[in-house]
C-alpha cells in the first residue's frame, strides 16, 4: 500500500510563490517517476510537470522557468516550487506517482487528493 499526501496550497496573491510537498509512505516500493497535476472544475487533469528517477524533468505547457519541480529520494518527497503565481495557475494539485514493487516489479499509478491553489488578481 502507497499513499501519497499533498500538502502546501493555498491562497496567495498573483506574483507570489509556494511550494508543494507531496510525500510517499509505505514500504516494498521504489519510485520510478512522481509529477504533478492540475485539474479546474470541470477540466481534464493536465500536467504541470514530472521528474523520472534519474532526475529527468517534463513541464507543461511553458511552465518551465516559473514552476520547478524536484524530489528527495531520501524522504520520497517530491516538491514543486511555483513562481510569479498567475490567476490561471488556480487549481487543484494533485500528486501522482509511478511506482515498483520491490518483489513483484509490478508496476503501478497512485494519485494523492490534490491541494487546492488560488491565486487572487
Known amino acids: 500500500q502507497v499513499q501519497l499526501v499533498e500538502s502546501g496550497g493555498g491562497l496567495v496573491q498573483a506574483g507570489g510563490s509556494l511550494r508543494l510537498s507531496c510525500a510517499a509512505s509505505?514500504?516494498?516500493?521504489?519510485?520510478?517517476?512522481m509529477g504533478w497535476y492540475r485539474q479546474d472544475p470541470g477540466q481534464q487533469r493536465k500536467l504541470v510537470a514530472e521528474i523520472q528517477d534519474g532526475g529527468r524533468t517534463k513541464y507543461g505547457d511553458s511552465l518551465e522557468g516559473r514552476f520547478s519541480i524536484s524530489r528527495d529520494d531520501a524522504k520520497n518527497t517530491m516538491y514543486l516550487q511555483m513562481n510569479s503565481l498567475k490567476p490561471e495557475d488556480t487549481a487543484v494539485y494533485y500528486c501522482?506517482?509511478?511506482?515498483?514493487?520491490?518483489?513483484?516489479?509490478?508496476?503501478?499509478?497512485?494519485w494523492g487528493q490534490g491541494t487546492q491553489v488560488t491565486v487572487s488578481s
Open positions: 501522482k506517482a509511478i511506482v515498483r514493487d520491490s518483489r513483484s516489479l509490478r508496476t503501478y499509478q497512485y
Open positions: 509505505g514500504s516494498g516500493f521504489s519510485i520510478n517517476s
